[in-house]
């Protein structure tokens, strides 16, 4: 049987919104939403060990066609319909990352899809434990971004164009952000929400 692909539109109040949108460190937001609105954790920790920095007080804005979450370090653009995500600097006008598609669920895995830059290159799915290397959901932008993923599910990272990224559960969970082109401060921060030590590979 194909898999059917789902792609939602927005009919969130920002009240809502900021229940799978968290912002964890001014630079850094948790994008935690699941077709059913059902937030879990499944790995209970081992990834992300740590989550609450203390208060950040980002800004929700309508702003017509899509919702703002903005910080001193970014501004996090919300499209309602269909529902996409982008990233923008403080100043709301040098993006970062922008999604082609919106996130797209098929009942066995979400699947996040980005634009690419005409230069963007892509470091990382790996880890060291240890003297051994393994791989893991995490990777860096020249574009100055990062995302981890806060899963051990299986998982597939395409850095073509578009990227696309899946893994085969039925949710999303990724820390993501940085606004900068200092990889040491980038990966500094996500792991700072991690018991992992992150290396490029």
């Known amino acids: 049987m194909p898999r059917r692909t789902v792609i939602f539109r927005c ?14 460190l001014a630079d850094i937001f ?12 499944p790995v209970v920790g081992q990834l992300a060990i740590a989550t609450e920095f203390g208060a950040v007080n980002p800004a929700y804005t309508d702003a017509g066609d899509h919702y703002r979450i903005t910080t001193a370090a970014l ?10 995500f982008a990233l923008y600097k403080a100043d709301n006008a040098t993006l970062v990352w922008s999604e082609a598609t919106g996130l797209s669920w098929d009942g066995t895995g979400a699947t996040q899809t980005l634009s ?11 880890l060291r434990l240890g003297a051994n290397a393994s791989p893991a959901p995490f990777y860096l932008s020249t574009s100055g971004y990062a995302v981890m993923r806060d899963t051990w ?3 597939q990272y395409t850095f073509a164009s578009p990227v696309t990224t899946r893994h085969e559960e039925n949710r999303l969970d990724a ?6 082109n ?7 921060d996500c792991t700072a929400t991690s018991n992992q030590r992150w290396t490029l590979s």
Do not use: C, M
């Open 75 to 84: 501004t996090l653009r919300v499209y309602k319909n269909p529902l996409r």
């Open 182 to 188: 200092d990889t040491r401060l980038i990966i500094w």
């Open 30 to 41: 948790r994008r935690w939403p699941a077709p059913d609105g059902t937030l879990t954790d």
């Open 11 to 24: 009919t969130l109040s920002l009240a809502l919104l900021a229940r799978f949108v968290g912002v964890v």
């Open 116 to 126: 690419r830059g005409a230069d963007e290159q892509f470091h990382g799915t790996g």
């Open 153 to 155: 599910q299986p998982g």
């Open 175 to 180: 820390f993501q952000g940085g606004t900068g």
